[in-house]
């Protein structure tokens, strides 16, 4: 037997309780109730590397100093300077800058806890990034609604190419600062008019309509108000999570939302995801597909036969906000699964560009992409590839698409090859 040779390390069981309680000091710790700004879970990065960082702007701590963003830096305090001398306003507030650091330091410290840990930034200095990136957005949508006139030398204004991009970085998960700060900074930078329906309704109309094109829904934007969400947005992201989940109807009644009116007793099912068909597969069954509600995308409906499916509008960045919106969903743990449910279904539905053909001709995908119709098709497979949901939500809906289906190709085979039945 071999001779072992060199120092061996003795280990007793003061030595390994004192390396376990070093381990214990510095290990991850789980995210506060009061989280809502994650970083996007690994698994989903496989086939949308890039989803998750921003091109032009960082904005809150993780992605701060990265390289090729720092051009932006300069332009933040920029649309500071402007905010504190209320420069291009018909009706101005007296700032200084002591004063709005007075007003909203305690605010800055209190949401360091929503995000999800460790940080490598201290909290000074992170309040002094929360203010400074905080104002930009201010800002920005002040500018963008026309309350602020845009300097003539501006870039975001001048360059429709980098207001599009800051556009983009701004519905990253990865790249928030909490609403709640962006409330405060508006309360303290914005002269409020006291007959509001509600104290934010300004800034979540300036958010959406600076947004909009993000969004894959019509909307009346004059229409949202606070009523329309379940809980305040947690930041801008989350507003547009919550703009396509909880909208309304135009009478004011809520959506319900992928029920379908066929006798189902759902309570006897797995609420577990399975397949449906393809469109094509599905139309050769006799199931027919129809332009369904505009108000929400969410609400999908099966009767008789019919699948009724909100039109849905990709344009440049959708592919990006839902990426976005299914990395919050499967981050918070009080969301359910309608984002990523809604993903699985219409990528089950679209295997080839003849589904998106069919879905196209029937006014339920508007493509503005300037792609052809494969490029739809590989959309949904990328979003919907790593993709898990606990609780399927439109498992009743699948389930009677799925029964109506096979009872139609079981006719259809009687009749060819048992006609005398």
Not at 294 to 318: A, D, M, Q, R, W
Not at 394 to 412: D, M
Request: hydrophobic share 40%; charged share 20%; with cysteine.
């Amino acid at each position: 037997m071999p001779e072992v040779t060199g120092t061996v390390k003795e280990y007793g069981p003061g030595t390994i309780a004192e390396s376990i309680k070093n381990k214990l000091a510095h290990m991850y710790r789980l995210p506060s109730k009061d989280c809502s700004i994650f970083r996007v879970p690994k698994v989903l990065l496989r086939p949308n590397v890039n989803a998750h960082a921003p091109v032009l702007i960082s904005i809150g701590p993780y992605h701060r100093g990265k390289e090729g963003l720092e051009a932006m830096e300069e332009l933040k305090l920029r649309y500071l300077h402007g905010l504190l001398n209320q420069l291009g306003r018909t009706v101005q507030k007296h700032i200084t800058l002591k004063g709005l650091v007075s007003g909203v330091l305690r605010y800055a410290w209190e949401d360091y806890s929503c995000y999800e840990q460790p940080l490598t930034i201290e909290r000074g200095e992170f309040a002094e990034m929360m203010i400074i990136d905080g104002c930009f957005i201010i800002e920005l949508l002040l500018k963008f609604v026309g309350i602020v006139e845009p300097d003539t030398t501006d870039p975001i204004f001048n360059k429709p190419c980098i207001l599009d991009n800051i556009r983009r970085d701004l519905i990253l998960l990865e790249n928030q600062i909490p609403w709640s700060f962006l409330q405060v900074l508006y309360f303290e930078l914005v002269p409020q008019d006291d007959d509001k329906l509600f104290t934010n309704c300004d800034l979540i109309n300036y958010s959406l309509s600076f947004l909009q094109q993000t969004l894959p829904v019509k909307f009346n934007l004059p229409e949202f108000t606070l009523r329309t969400f379940r809980v305040e947005p947690k930041h801008l992201l989350d507003l547009l999570y919550c703009t396509i989940v909880y909208s309304t109807l135009t009478d004011g009644s809520t959506l319900t939302i992928s029920k379908d009116t066929d006798d189902t007793d759902e309570n006897q099912m797995s609420n577990a995801w399975e397949p449906v068909p393809c469109v094509n597969d599905l139309s050769q069954a006799g199931i027919k597909f129809q332009k369904g509600n505009e108000s929400n995308i969410l609400s999908l409906e099966f009767s008789k036969g019919v699948v009724k499916i909100p039109p849905l509008i990709i344009y440049k960045h959708t592919g990006c906000l839902f990426f976005n919106l299914i990395a919050l969903e499967q981050s918070r743990y009080d969301y359910e699964d309608k984002i990523g449910s809604y993903i699985l279904l219409l990528n089950d539905l679209t295997k080839t560009s003849s589904d998106v053909h069919m879905l196209s001709e029937n006014g339920i995908i508007d493509n503005k992409l300037g792609s052809d119709e494969e490029d739809v098709s590989n959309f949904f497979k990328n979003l919907g590839q790593d993709v898990y949901v606990d609780n399927y939500f439109h498992v009743g809906l699948c389930h009677n698409i799925r029964k109506y289906a096979n009872s139609q190709l079981w006719q259809k085979w009687v009749a060819t090859f048992m006609p005398w039945i």
